[in-house]
């Protein structure tokens, strides 16, 4: 029997991460953690008031999203994170190394659109342009997978599993997991 992952569900706002990221959880039998209840309560502030945040800002909260993930290693887990810039990432990875991303990609209007129908969310579509300009996607010496957004959110964490799984299934690199 494998060891389960714990997995970042990350990307860009509006992608669906909180979305997915219960529906992958389930699909695991591993819990899920909301990446946004880690945030202090400056960080959605900020963002509420259409503010990106800097990367002083962010320190904390992947500090604690990290404790949780590292916490999970061995048991499985997924938990949700934007993981926008690779620092952010090696900041997870330093605190959890066995973590594995999950990357939701996709068309910038159909995020747009999606995030517009949100309800009850701080993060305003105003800030998806500062999303899109800060993004690095994954590396390909990062453990992880690109899963794109397109469909219902069924379809959408099928192939994050079944890109998990080819994941899992081989010894290939990062780099051979990705086009």
């Known amino acids: 029997m494998r060891t389960p992952h714990v997995v970042v569900v990350m990307g860009v706002a509006g992608t669906g991460k909180t979305t ?14 909301e990446g946004d209840d880690f945030h202090p309560r400056a960080n959605i502030d900020r963002m509420t008031a ?10 904390p909260w992947l500090d604690a999203i990290g404790a949780w993930a590292h916490g999970r290693a061995g048991l499985g887990g ?3 994170s934007s993981a926008l ?14 973590v594995v991303f ?7 209007k159909l995020i747009e659109e999606r995030m517009a129908r949100r309800q ?3 993060m305003p579509t105003a800030l998806l342009d500062s999303q899109f300009a800060t993004l690095e996607p994954l590396q390909r010496d990062e453990r992880g997978v690109d899963v794109d957004v397109s469909g ?28």
Request: no cysteine.
């Open 20 to 33: 997915i990221g219960p529906l992958l959880a389930a699909r695991l039998g591993v819990p899920y953690a």
């Open 50 to 59: 259409g503010i990106p945040l800097r990367d002083e800002d962010r320190w």
């Open 78 to 80: 997924v938990v949700s």
């Open 85 to 98: 810039k690779r620092s952010y990432r090696d900041r997870l990875r330093a605190a959890a190394p066995g």
């Open 102 to 108: 999950v990357h939701l990609t996709g068309d910038r």
């Open 120 to 122: 009850g969310h701080f």
């Open 152 to 179: 219902s959110p069924e379809e959408i964490t099928a192939r994050a599993l079944s890109a998990l799984d080819g994941l899992d299934s081989s010894s290939q690199s990062a780099e051979e997991q990705r086009p």
